[in-house]
C-alpha cells in the first residue's frame, strides 16, 4: 500500500461528458494509462501512473447534470488507543 503524508491528495474521482476526451488529455498531460470501463459500476475507469492506480472517470451520472470532481487526501495516521481508556470526545466548531 503506498503511504502519502497528512493532507496530500492520494485519490481522484472525477466526471466527464467526454470520457475519451479526458483519457486522452490526462494520458498525455500526466502519463497515466487507463484500464477498462466497467457498464456493470457506471463506467467507472480506473487511471494508472507508474502501474498504481490513482484516480477514476466517468461520465456523468443520470440526474447530474454538471460534471463534477473530487479529490481525497491522506487521513491523519491512527493513533493505537491504551487499553482501558475511552477514546476522545470529538472537537466540534
Known amino acids: 500500500m503506498l503511504e502519502f503524508p ?3 491528495p492520494c485519490w481522484v474521482d472525477a466526471m466527464f461528458t467526454d470520457v ?12 497515466w494509462t487507463f484500464g477498462e470501463s466497467s457498464t456493470e ?9 507508474d502501474g498504481k492506480a490513482v484516480a477514476a472517470v466517468v461520465p456523468p451520472m443520470p440526474g447530474v447534470d ?5 479529490v481525497c487526501t491522506s487521513p491523519r495516521p491512527m493513533r493505537r488507543r ?7 470526545p470529538a472537537v466540534r466548531s
Do not use: C, I, M
Open 41 to 49: 459500476y457506471g463506467h467507472y475507469t480506473q487511471a494508472y501512473s
Open 82 to 88: 491504551r487499553p482501558g481508556r475511552s477514546p476522545r
Open 20 to 31: 475519451e476526451g479526458a483519457k486522452t488529455f490526462y494520458g498525455d498531460v500526466l502519463g
Open 6 to 8: 497528512e493532507g496530500a
Open 66 to 70: 454538471a460534471p463534477r470532481s473530487g
